[in-house]
């Protein structure tokens, strides 16, 4: 037994130094906590996760735990330089400013996607073949004395009065690390010059809260200087354009017109080096509860279309319905999909359990001006609608559940995949340790995302490794679990701990016709758990697909929300 426990001990920390073995230290500690011949394995969920383990292993667990801890607090100081380095990589890359890493010759090693923008002509500019022209001989020789230390290690501001540029320089301490890192001499920040252009009237109306005709004009001064010049431009009385120009002064609480330019010119650098939003970025919506948290949400298909609510997996990865977009509007559906508090930029609530999304959404469907949608709710989403269902008759018109995602009895230990049935195996035996284990999986799967949906796949039905097997899928998975877990993954961890534990909601209070969809191959959640959800619920219609897992939302959805939206509502609707 000593032996056991001392290889399991050396599998904690080296975990900790290579968190992408994460799932092997999870198999092993599984293997370690099986129960002894005699301890109620059958135990309901609540009840096995919170009654301590057979005395004699006890003191075990508890010594486990205590490595476990240590090995997470090494591993969380590794991943908070991770971390600290992702955010100065991000500051770096959007950054509105553009920010150049020079050599010994003036050479550009890097720079980051602004300066690529912005300096492609001018008196500072940024070549092909990443050298740098500088139109000021004097300004260049400057830097140059800058880049070879002839100023001293401080930093140094250069100027260019003839080109009205400026150049902040932070002579850096030589790297002895291998790669271009080691030739980086200088930092530079181009702070001035042809960046300066005159702030669009969009932007000045956006930054200052203006009318757009006062807009209008104060983009007109901003080019012209001259009050008379631009009511003219403008086509407007003299008159008006005072009157206009009071109006913005009063509003900015500045008192003279040079002022006001002045102010107005100081956001042009930020306007010219502003990056542009990514083809493929979705917008998230937000709106403040009445508590003070932010619920955030994405729309898809038609704005003007038919309302449909609904609720992402648990870990915010599936769907990516920009997939449907262009069905979504052919058939006339606004796709408002709802972020979980934690997900994404929702405000993340501590202790918040699947029966306390209902009062948020309800808070939604207000602001949005919606009564009683359909909601359509995939994997983990469908606990969360099945409460707001139960709690809140009058919040949908109808409710889909597809793969839906087990609270309390109906899990079925002996019929999940091996990773989701080690992690239920090691919580229901405590859950610290899930959660200890669980911070060492997120550093993991944050470094390998590959690795781990390989992993996942692994122990699945055909039809869902063939789902991870697709590298457009896989690409949409890993960059939707990244932008969910932009407030850290501890939620998605907790999620899991609540699924332990009843719903604390009476299902037979449900009046709305109910569409429940589930693949008999599904490794997550067994197709009899699934039954006997069913079982429990009123007014519903089951559908259960013998070739098809877990993940078959990308194969079914557009039949499943077909069906859902053609299910008679009843007649009090």
């Not at 599984?30 to 009840?47: D, K, L, M, N, R």
Request: aromatic content about 6%.
């Amino acid at each position: 037994m000593k032996n056991d426990n001392d290889a399991l001990i050396g599998k904690i920390y080296e975990t900790a130094l290579s968190p992408g073995d994460w799932v092997e230290l999870l198999d092993t500690i599984a293997g370690w906590t099986e129960v002894e011949e005699g301890f109620p394995i059958e135990q309901g969920a609540a009840e096995s996760a919170l009654v301590p383990g057979p005395a004699p292993r006890r003191a075990e667990v508890e010594g486990l735990i205590s490595h476990l801890e240590r090995a997470v607090r090494s591993s969380s100081y590794m991943h908070a330089l991770e971390d600290r380095t992702n955010v100065l990589n991000a500051m770096y890359n959007q950054m509105p400013w553009p920010m150049l890493m020079l050599g010994e010759q003036l050479q550009v090693l890097e720079s980051n996607p602004v300066a690529q923008q912005v300096l492609a002509d001018g008196p500072v500019q940024l070549r092909a073949n990443g050298t740098l022209s500088i139109a000021d001989r004097e300004l260049k020789q400057a830097l140059e004395r800058v880049n070879r230390l002839a100023e001293g290690r401080d930093t140094q501001l250069l100027t260019s009065p003839q080109d009205g540029i400026s150049l902040l320089c932070l002579p850096v301490q030589k790297s002895d690390a291998p790669g271009s890192i080691a030739q980086v001499r200088t930092i530079v920040w181009v702070l001035a010059g042809h960046s300066v252009v005159t702030p669009s009237p969009e932007m000045l109306r956006s930054v200052f809260s203006i009318t757009e005709a006062e807009s209008r004009l104060l983009h007109l001064l901003c080019k012209v200087g001259n009050l008379q010049q631009s009511s003219q431009l403008l086509n407007i009385k003299i008159s008006t354009a005072r009157s206009q120009l009071k109006s913005v002064m009063g509003k900015l609480n500045i008192t003279s017109q040079v002022q006001l330019v002045s102010h107005a010119m100081g956001h042009a650098l930020v306007q010219a080096a502003r990056l542009p939003r990514l083809q493929d970025e979705d917008e998230e919506y937000t709106v403040t509860l009445a508590d003070g948290r932010v619920l955030s949400w994405y729309e898809y298909g038609d704005p003007k279309g038919r309302p449909v609510l609904t609720l992402e997996n648990q870990g915010a990865s599936m769907p990516d319905h920009t997939v449907f977009e262009d069905w979504y509007r052919e058939r006339g559906l606004r796709m408002i999909l709802i972020v979980r508090p934690g997900y994404g930029i929702s405000t993340y609530k501590r202790n918040y359990q699947f029966k306390d999304l209902g009062r948020d959404i309800q808070f939604l469907c207000e602001h949005l001006h919606i009564r009683k949608p359909p909601m359509a709710a995939y994997c983990g989403g469908g606990p969360y609608a099945l409460c707001a269902a139960a709690l809140y008759p009058e919040l949908f018109d109808r409710l889909g559940l597809l793969s839906t995602t087990l609270a309390g009895d109906h899990l079925e230990l002996d019929k999940l995949e091996p990773i989701h049935r080690m992690s239920l195996q090691i919580s229901r035996r405590d859950p610290r340790l899930f959660m200890l284990v669980g911070r060492l999986g997120v550093r993991g799967v944050q470094k390998a995302p590959e690795r781990f949906y390989k992993m996942l796949a692994r122990g699945m039905s055909a039809s869902d490794q063939a789902v991870f097997n697709n590298p457009d899928l896989l690409a949409r998975t890993i960059k939707r679990t990244r932008r969910g877990h932009f407030q850290g993954a501890r939620i998605m961890m907790e999620e899991y701990l609540n699924h332990l534990k009843p719903l604390g909601v009476d299902l037979k209070q449900i009046t709305v016709p109910i569409l429940q969809w589930h693949g008999e191959t599904d490794g997550i959640i067994s197709i009899d758990g699934a039954r006997h959800l069913a079982a429990d619920l009123p007014n519903v219609q089951f559908r259960s697909f013998p070739e098809q897992g877990h993940f078959m939302i990308y194969e079914l959805w557009q039949d499943f929300l077909t069906e859902l939206l053609e299910l008679d509502a009843p007649a009090s609707a």
